[in-house]
């Protein structure tokens, strides 16, 4: 069966380059769409890297996680909003009315500016986590899963439009949750074996055939050695189940 729009399910991730680097990458692969800015090119490059991008007609998943009280983080998503970023991310673990008022700051402040709503997708467990280091390091009793349904629904009840999620818990998420609540995938790699700092993996197709709606992709496209191809390749390993 066909999926439509392949180009639009894959999020490049270029935290680890300067946005020179960035620029360039971009530019060898001109059908990327989207593209994730993190903390640390954020905290390199300033607001500006955002700017720059959306002069290349990019869309953009600000992903700084934020996690603070309530007022901290809505005033952060309304500041972030006026930049017409398209997705940021919010620690759901941040509890309810922290994440309600992101919601609502979100679209307050891009109607302030004249921008474009973005989503605000909660964050459930990192996707670096194993099971052991999960219940040992955070003190958990309960599974992996158990804790991303527990966020999932969290968001979910206050009106985030979706969440991030290791690609292992997408199927189970996607059961619960209709389509129109984006469920955002790290953690996927081209060779399985290739882990990196990640520990709950699965390869592009898998990903998408659990139900993700956007795979966020990094290292496996931007150190190919060409990296267009290697995009290009990856779309059609998800244009077919």
């Known amino acids: 069966m066909k999926r439509s729009n392949p180009e639009d399910k894959i999020i490049l991730a270029i935290d680890g380059l300067d946005i020179n680097q960035a620029t360039s990458l971009l530019e060898k692969c001109p059908k990327i769409k989207w593209v994730k800015v993190g903390l640390e090119l954020f905290i390199r490059e300033?607001?500006?890297?955002?700017?720059?991008?959306?002069?290349?007609?990019?869309?953009?998943?600000l992903d700084l996680k934020f996690h603070d009280i309530p007022n901290t983080m809505s005033a952060a998503c309304y500041q972030v909003s006026k930049l017409g970023v398209d997705i940021?991310?919010?620690?759901?673990?941040?509890?309810?009315?922290?994440?309600?008022?992101?919601?609502?700051?979100?679209l307050e402040g891009a109607k302030a500016f004249k921008k474009k709503p973005p989503f605000i997708v909660g964050i459930s467990v990192l996707t670096s986590?194993?099971?052991?280091?999960?219940?040992?390091?955070?003190?958990?009793?309960?599974?992996?899963?158990?804790?991303?349904?527990?966020l999932a629904k969290l968001s979910h009840d206050a009106g985030l439009d979706g969440c991030v999620c290791s690609p292992w818990e997408a199927k189970m998420l996607r059961s619960i949750y209709k389509n129109n609540?984006?469920?955002?995938?790290?953690?996927?790699?081209?060779?399985?074996?290739?882990?990196?700092?990640?520990n709950r993996i699965m390869t592009p197709n898998q990903a998408i055939n659990n139900?993700?709606?956007k795979l966020v992709i990094g290292r496996s496209i931007s150190q190919a050695i060409d990296p267009n191809k290697?995009?290009?390749?990856?779309c059609k390993s998800i244009y077919f189940d």
């Open 46 to 61: 300033g607001p500006g890297v955002i700017e720059v991008l959306k002069g290349l007609n990019k869309n953009i998943f």
């Open 230 to 234: 290697t995009f290009l390749d990856i």
């Open 211 to 213: 139900g993700a709606s």
């Open 88 to 106: 940021i991310s919010v620690h759901a673990s941040a509890g309810f009315k922290a994440l309600k008022q992101s919601k609502k700051a979100s």
């Open 181 to 198: 609540f984006e469920l955002i995938t790290p953690g996927i790699r081209t060779k399985i074996e290739n882990k990196d700092d990640q």
């Open 129 to 150: 986590f194993s099971l052991e280091d999960f219940q040992t390091d955070l003190d958990r009793k309960n599974s992996i899963e158990q804790n991303v349904l527990r």
